[in-house]
Structures are given as C-alpha cells and as structure tokens.
C-alpha cells in the first residue's frame, strides 16, 4: 500500500516537494525560520493509501476534517504505522459535534476547531476517561477557531468571547490549550483576515502564553498567513488535488 514508486507517488512526492519549497519561500520572504512553521497535510476526502504514500515521504502529522472518515482511516493505517504509532499525530481540523468527542479522544492528537464551552467540556471529559483507560497517553491538544466575520453559522467564536474560552479551555483537565485556528470568509480578503487572527493571537498569548500554535494558511493562502505568523499551514489541494465539491 505504500509503495513509493507507484505513479501515484511519483505524483504526491512532486507535490510534497512543491508545497515544501513554497512554505520555504514564504518563510524566508516574511523573515521567518521554516522550522517554525509545519506543513500539516490535509487528507480527507482521499484514502488511506495516499496517507501511506506521504508516510512512506516521511510525513507524520496529518489533517482530516470528518470523524468518521478519520478514525476509519487511522484504524485502517494502524498496520503500517505499528512500528512506532506514538510518531504518527492525527490532527481533526474540521467541525466537530459533542457527541464525537468519545470517538475524537480516541485518535486525535489535536483538534483545531473548538468554538464552545460546551464542546470543550464534552472533549475534556472523554480525553481524560481516554488517558485513565489506556486510550491516550497525553492531553488533547486544543485550538479555538476564531470566526472573522462573526457568522456563526460558519463555526468559530467571535473574537470578544475568545478569552473566556480560553480561560474556561485553560481550566479544564485532560485536555491543553495550545493555540488558535481560523479559515478566511469565503470570498473575504484573507490580508485582513489573517491580520486580524494575528492580533487576537497576540492578545491570547499576553495571558496564556503556552498557546503558542496559530493554525492558518491552505492552499491558496499560506504565504498570507506565514507573512502573519501562522506556525500551521494546513494543506489539501496543492498536495493531493482537487476534492470532490461537496467537501468541507
Ligand atoms: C480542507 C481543509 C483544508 C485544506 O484546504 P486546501 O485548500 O485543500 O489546502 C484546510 N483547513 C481546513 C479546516 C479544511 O477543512
């Protein structure tokens, strides 16, 4: 299944080399050291043998944003990454209801779209009868999504409640605040956009400056969001191609 010479491969390792070498460029524009910023490969939507292809290029931390889809694929992954699974992080970049939370404790390494009290409480619940089950060794990793254009509709929380999420994130147990996520509005100037996240980002960090992770940037806009500050650019299209339109 991850058999690096196939064409299909050939296709993602050219790919993975591309979006390398555009992070690179964007770094190195923005006066930024690329080891401050990780390439997190977004999968959904693509099976599990394109996942062993960019774990066969030495890639180990990846994106899915359904979780159904993940943890079938993470179990159908679980073979090849037996040797050393504690080295493959799954991160759940999409969003996410409360009754998942049981199932996302199982599998997620992070989750980058936590926009509620109550979803923080649901996740903290499982990711703690997760570690004392044996299910987990570490807390769960949370990032607050930002809305930048306060549609809620859209996911996300308004920037004037952001700090007391992260208060309420920082109190909870079995789970760690690390850091903040947003996606642009659809058809808004992602320049503002990520500005915007920027400072809230900077606001977050004068009083929990542990949560040093800002998730931001994909395929069309990650040289923005370096030029922000992102640490996370999570990409999809640039190295796996087009989904299908109903994707989210
Ligand atoms: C799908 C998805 C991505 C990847 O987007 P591309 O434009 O394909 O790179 C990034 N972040 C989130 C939250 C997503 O759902």
């Known amino acids: 299944m991850n058999d690096i010479s196939s064409p299909r491969a050939t296709e993602i390792a050219a790919a993975l080399g591309a979006v390398g070498e555009r992070l690179n460029r964007a770094c190195l524009a923005a006066g930024r050291d690329p080891a401050d910023v990780q390439l997190l490969p977004v999968t959904k939507f693509f099976p599990a043998s394109d996942v062993a292809i960019l774990y066969g290029l030495g890639c180990r931390e990846f994106g899915e944003s359904r979780e159904q889809e993940a943890s079938a694929k993470v179990a159908e992954l679980a073979a090849l990454t037996a040797a050393d699974p504690s080295a493959v992080r799954w991160h759940m970049i999409g969003s996410v209801q409360r009754n998942k939370a049981r199932?996302?404790?199982?599998?997620?390494y992070a989750i980058h779209s936590v926009d509620s009290p109550r979803l923080i409480d649901a996740l903290a619940k499982a990711a703690t009868a997760a570690m004392a089950e044996g299910g987990r060794e570490q807390p769960l990793r949370v990032l607050l999504q930002v809305s930048l254009d306060g549609d809620p509709l859209r996911g996300?929380?308004?920037?004037?409640?952001?700090?007391?999420l992260a208060d309420h994130a920082e109190a909870a147990a079995g789970i760690e605040l690390s850091g903040l996520m947003a996606v642009p509005p659809l058809g808004s100037d992602p320049e503002r956009a990520f500005a915007a996240?920027?400072?809230?980002?900077?606001?977050?960090?004068r009083s929990h400056p542990a949560a040093k992770t800002l998730s931001a940037g994909m395929t069309d806009d990650l040289e923005v969001a370096v030029r922000y500050g992102s640490t996370c650019v999570r990409v999809g299209t640039a190295l796996l191609g087009s989904r299908p339109i109903t994707s989210n």
Do not use: K, Y
């Open 103 to 108: 199932s996302i404790a199982q599998w997620a």
């Open 156 to 164: 996300g929380v308004p920037r004037d409640e952001l700090a007391e």
């Open 197 to 205: 996240l920027h400072s809230a980002h900077m606001d977050l960090l």
